[in-house]
């Protein structure tokens, strides 16, 4: 059964750790996915009922959000089509910068479609716990990935990783063939 897996991709083996340095630079893209996510303000309306979390918040949205609205594009597309789709960068870099995107995207799309959803509001009692749940589970799996990028490791998301693994791998629009 596992050789029929079609969507199963090998991830390159590394023999050894990776520089400290890269290891550093691999954790940027979370940080800065993190950093220009929502999710201080998921958790907002949560810690507001407990007062030794309330300062908290301001920690999560920084600097980042003080940048046009347009930086968001310019980063994504300038991060893929230089350093993603770039053979001569480490396929490690190139792997994290893939997931700090992908991980950004996915939770902007959680945010558009539970947007259809009626229950889900902000001052409700079920959409301060939904949203706090959602931007716990964000933060916690970007720190995973931290972790996993400062220990000289791939991060295994499902469907996400995969779909960095493929991003980093194929070039659909060259000359490039997949197999």
Known sequence: AYKDDVFKFRYPVITEKPEWWLRTLACVPYLLALQISDAGYFLHPFLEHCEMFENLIYFVPGAIKRLPPWFSMIYCYFGYIGIVKNKDWSHYIRFHLMMGMLLETALQLIWYTSNFLPLIHYN??????????????????LFEC??????????????????????????????QRPF
Not at 124 to 141: D, P, S, T
Not at 153 to 166: C, G, L, T, V, W
Request: proline letters at 2%.
């Open 124 to 141: 409700g009692c079920f959409g301060m716990h939904y949203w706090a749940g959602i931007g716990f589970g964000y933060i916690l799996v």
């Open 146 to 175: 931290v972790r996993c990028a400062l220990g000289g490791r791939y991060a295994h998301i499902p469907f996400i990783s995969d779909a960095a693994y493929i991003h980093t791998v194929f070039n659909v629009g060259g000359f």
